[in-house]
C-alpha cells in the first residue's frame, strides 16, 4: 500500500479543499490529488485505504473523474484489478478540466441569456432595462469563451509564453 509523505498528505487534502470550493466533491478533488502525485497507478482498495474513504465513495469519485476525462483505467502486469492513473501533463490536464466547466457551465449560461435577451426584446419598453443588462452579460460571456477557444487552439509551449508575456501585456495595455 503507498504512504504518502507529509508533503504529498498536505497537497492531498489542500486539493480537496480547493475543489470544493470550486464546486467539487472533496472526495473526487482528493483522489484526485493522490493519483497525480502517484508515481504508479493506484486500485481502487488503495485510495480506500489512503484517504480513509468507503469504497463506494471512491468508486463513484472515480467514475465522475473519468466522466470527466481526467483519469483513465490502466492494467498493470499480474493484477486482474484495475488500476488508475490521471494525466501527469499539467497543460492537458487543465485544458480539458476548462473544456468540461465551459460545456457545463459557460455554454448553458449564453444559451439562456440569449433566451432571456429574445424574450426581453419582445417584451418591449417595459423590458429595457433588464435586456440591457442582459444583454451586457451575454457579450461579457461570450467574449469569455471566444478568448477560450482561441487559447485552446494554441498548444501548451504557445500558453507558457503568452502567460509569460503577462507583464509586458499588462504595461501595454496601460
Known sequence: MPILTPLAQQFVLHWGEMG??????????QIHALLFVSETPLHADEICEVLEVARSNVSTSLRELQNWGIVKVVHVKGDRRDHFETLKDVFEMFRIIMAERKRREIDPTIAILK???????????SEAYTRKQLLAMQEFFEMGAHWYEQMNKMGSGSILRAMKLGDKVFKLLG
Open 20 to 29: 470544493n470550493r470550486w464546486g467539487i466533491n472533496r472526495t473526487v478533488a
Open 115 to 125: 433566451s432571456c435577451v429574445t424574450e426581453a426584446e419582445k417584451a418591449g419598453p
